[in-house]
């Protein structure tokens, strides 16, 4: 038997392809069943016309429950929700969601802090990162229009992180301030 990295794609897509409708279903149903990480991948790809708010919604609540959830911390696994939002951006090409997800992120890290105190650099590390990530999709052609949206947003994380430790309020300060600077340039 051929070990699973020594089976090229062409070889399944071809394999795929002698599947009737129903074996093709049973295999989605079974990949489904088989991990969390896949359920999402095959929830966002739903098409857009069946989709609904509880697609978002349960990717939402994956971020949500990492940070804080109804048991005080929740798993504090930043990569846990990272992957999920790539999951999200993938699976469904959903700008404004996937910068939902992105900001969201970023008020449970946010909110997590100002609760329970500092942590780990790994943990600001994330924040950043995502904040990046956000501020570079924002100023995008296509994230532009959604700046409107998010501006409060923004402006509430630079002032609940005013006076975090470890530079990050500054960071979040010096990202904020640059995003305001660009639409501030780009009205003029």
Not at 23 to 32: A, F, K, P, T
Not at 50 to 75: M, P, T, Y
Not at 105 to 114: A, D, H, Q, T, Y
Request: no cysteine; hydrophobic share 35%; aromatic share 12%.
């Amino acid at each position: 038997m051929a070990k699973e990295d020594s089976v090229k794609w062409s070889e399944v897509k071809n394999s795929l392809k002698t599947l009737d409708k129903k074996e093709l279903i049973d295999l989605i149903r079974d990949l489904y069943r088989h991990s969390t990480e896949n359920r999402r991948i095959i929830i966002s790809r739903q098409p857009e016309e069946k989709k609904s708010d509880w697609v978002l919604e349960s990717f939402q609540q994956v971020i949500r429950n990492e940070f804080l959830s109804d048991n005080d911390f929740g798993g504090l696994r930043s990569d846990v929700a990272r992957k999920a939002i790539l999951d999200y951006s993938e699976g469904s090409g959903d700008l404004a969601g996937t910068m939902e997800l992105m900001i969201l992120f970023l008020e449970n890290v946010v909110e997590f802090i100002k609760e329970y105190g500092d942590i780990d650099e790994e943990f600001y590390d994330a924040g950043y990162e995502m904040l990046r990530k956000f501020s570079e999709l924002l100023k995008t052609p296509e994230g532009q229009g959604f700046y409107p949206q998010f501006k409060e947003r923004l402006f509430k994380l630079r002032r609940e992180s005013d006076d975090f430790g470890y530079g990050f309020g500054d960071d979040i300060a010096s990202y904020v301030e640059d995003v305001e600077d660009f639409f501030e340039e780009d009205q003029q």
